[in-house]
């Protein structure tokens, strides 16, 4: 068992030190070069040594992975939160899709680290096939709770289309290349997203 140390407990000394690494690699992650992110730059930037790197990561593989974990879990409780507190379809969707926009928009590492193509970690690569992945079972989800389609092949190829395009149009506004505001945004990926119950 770890020892208090100033007042503060071991594992809550650990937990800090670990947040501190996870925030200085979303940092680097952000950054306009090609987010490449090193244990001497993550623990500079987080001003620890690297022995407390690896009090909490076995790798810099393993810390970039926790970032972006991290990252799809805050975006999937409040966009499942929000779905859930939905009172109808249209809700329960501009809900979901506020809370997705909302995080994105309170934090511009989070667009870049989701959508950027400059950002070149195979790590961040392979999280991201695997995100896409899970918002396709989830979208697929809510579309049956929500409008009534039949789950299969159909819907799940349709949920790769939404998600895929969603992706693009989040990229885009991120970046500024699509000048609509955040309630437009919302409205027009409600629109589209809600296509799903004229499925075939």
Known sequence: ?????????GDA???RRRAALIEAALDMLAQDDDGTVTVRGVCARAELTPRYFYESFPGIDDLVAAAYDGVIARITEQALGAFAAGDDSTDKVRGAVDAVVGVIESDRRVGRLLFADTVRSPVVSRKRAEST???VALTGDSAVEAVGVAPGPVTTAAAYFQVGGLGRL???W???EVQVDRTQLVDVCVHLLLGLGSLP
């Open 133 to 135: 992945r899970l918002f």
């Open 170 to 172: 989040l990229a885009a």
């Open 1 to 9: 068992m770890l020892r208090a140390y100033g007042g503060e407990a």
């Open 13 to 15: 000394r650990v937990a």
């Open 174 to 176: 991120t970046e500024g």
